[in-house]
């Protein structure tokens, strides 16, 4: 006999650990399904423990194409299991078609609080759209755990009111970059952080693609004013929605990735349709694509896509976020960012396996603004950006980079010769060249022996009051809040991989 996942759920209810099975924690290790990959159930099995020590508002950080919503999907089967209230929160309405796919594969049953959607009061699980929940916020949808989608977005006021009008359901948040655009944390809407596996090693277990990542446009964004810790769109806009740059996004594409089925970002619609116009006058199928598509366009582009028809699909920031496109193999950006929420998010969607993925930033987001590479190793924080970089032990987003003048292809700071056969110009011999410069050498090497030293230190620490008493000796401002931040990076589910 072949049990369906909520089937086989319920039949292991049965065998649920009496010792445990009393406490009302929507998410239980027990009932959580055979198909999790090991490091998706040990990021769950986290969580469920900080829920049962009080917790709860737990976030998952993990990186794009990590499965976060197979992960969700197994929060709310264990949820639904135990006879208890979910809701699924999505904060853009294309996405509720999708994520009820998904669901109903996964032997979800669900009703929806959305927005041209059946809503069934007696379902057990609600997909909900953010809109729509709260413009019915006088109506009660009771829920005793709440997944929040995308949750760097769960700052904004909307997200804020929604859940703090119930303060006794469990949150559980998910996102691959806990920071708002603007670098703050999320502390305020978290309780704790589980951090997720760093990119690097899901690349090395064949989780995530390998990628090739191409600079070949550095496009001068200076004077560009920032609103709310990125670019002002249409000021950036006109950096980058020029002849010249558009030109080179098709050219690039036709050097390096022609014939692969992609996406491209762009900076405003007037840019992304530019972009699209110029692939199709060169032969390559490719369609504007924006939030505004109603059903009958979406199903189109879908329909297209999937069957290989269109090559390319040019948004601006809707595929950033989880509006899923198969077959990915080319990410092409000509979008400027600060932002390196917005950088991973687009680096990210090309790196779903199993075929390596083309990178060609036009915006010079990597090298420029000093943003790194995809898999470059972060240390996220709930306390946000400026808790990233202590924790880092240094001020930059990223592990150096340097770019091959040949080719274009941005490579990490170590390699010596480039993928193309270009060899690097040996840093060392040219720094020797006066003495000026070489002492520059000498103090690269000291900060690389300080970083090593400062990882040797807080490998050694094992518990809260060990980081505490470090933070002391290293004259950090907060030692007691450093070390909490440090300790979250430190959870049960992140002992395998460091
Ligand atoms: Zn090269």
Redesign the pocket.
């Known amino acids: 006999m072949i049990l369906s996942p909520r089937d086989a759920l319920l039949f292991s209810i049965a065998t649920l650990n009496p010792a445990i099975a009393h406490i009302p924690v929507p998410i239980v290790e027990e009932l959580l399904p055979p198909w999790l990959r090991d490091f998706q159930r040990d990021m769950l099995t986290a969580a469920a423990a900080y829920m049962r020590q009080g917790y709860r508002r737990v976030l998952l950080q993990s990186p794009t194409g990590s499965g976060k919503t197979k992960m969700a999907e197994a929060a709310l089967l264990s949820t639904t299991a135990r006879d208890m209230h979910s809701q699924f929160l999505v904060h853009r309405k294309e996405l509720i078609r999708q994520t009820s796919k998904s669901f109903t594969g996964s032997g979800l049953d669900h009703s929806f609080i959305a927005a041209k959607f059946d809503y069934d009061p007696d379902a057990m699980l609600h997909l909900v759209g953010i809109q729509t929940l709260i413009r019915r916020m006088s109506h009660a949808f009771p829920s005793n755990l709440r997944v929040v989608d995308e949750a760097h977005h769960a700052t904004s006021d909307t997200y804020s009111a929604i859940l703090e009008a119930d303060p006794d359901a469990y949150i559980l948040g998910l996102t691959a970059t806990p920071e708002r655009l603007d670098g703050r944390g999320l502390d305020d809407q978290f309780d704790v952080m589980v951090p997720g596996p760093p990119v690097s090693w899901l690349i090395e277990q064949g989780y995530l693609a390998r990628y090739e990542y191409f600079a070949p446009d550095t496009p001068d964004f200076t004077g560009v004013k920032s609103v709310a810790g990125d670019f002002a769109r249409e000021a950036a806009a006109q950096v980058v929605d020029k002849p010249k740059i558009v030109g080179s996004v098709v050219e690039h594409y036709l050097r390096l990735a022609k014939g692969f089925q992609g996406i491209v970002f762009a900076q405003n619609r007037r840019h992304s349709r530019h972009i699209a116009d110029e692939f199709n006058a060169h032969g390559i199928p490719a369609m504007h694509v924006d939030g505004e598509m109603n059903d009958k366009q979406r199903d189109y582009f879908d329909d297209a896509f999937r069957a290989g028809d269109l090559l390319l699909g040019v948004n601006v920031g809707l595929f950033g976020e989880g509006y899923d496109v198969p077959n990915i193999r080319y990410v092409g950006i000509a979008a400027g960012t600060r932002s390196l929420v917005n950088h991973l998010q687009w680096c990210g969607r090309g790196l779903r396996p199993p075929d390596p993925a083309v990178i060609c930033d036009h915006a010079g987001n990597a090298i420029t603004r000093n943003l790194g590479l995809p898999d470059s190793d972060r240390e996220w924080s709930l306390l946000g950006r400026a808790a990233r970089r202590a924790a880092s032990g240094c001020n930059d987003d990223a592990t150096p980079v340097r770019q091959?003048?040949?080719?274009?292809?941005v490579?990490y700071s170590g390699v010596k010769t480039?993928?193309?056969?270009?060899e690097f110009p040996a840093q060392i011999r040219k720094v020797e060249v006066t003495d000026g410069k070489l002492k520059k050498l000498e103090q690269a090497e000291m900060k690389r022996r300080i970083r090593a030293q400062r990882e040797r230190e807080e490998k050694a620490c094992k518990s809260w009051l060990d980081f505490k008493r470090l933070g002391e000796a290293r004259g950090y401002p907060e030692p007691g809040k450093w070390a909490s931040a440090r300790c979250r990076g430190r959870s049960v589910a992140a002992a395998r991989w460091r």
């Open positions: 091959c003048l040949v080719c274009f292809r490579s480039c993928a193309c056969g270009t």
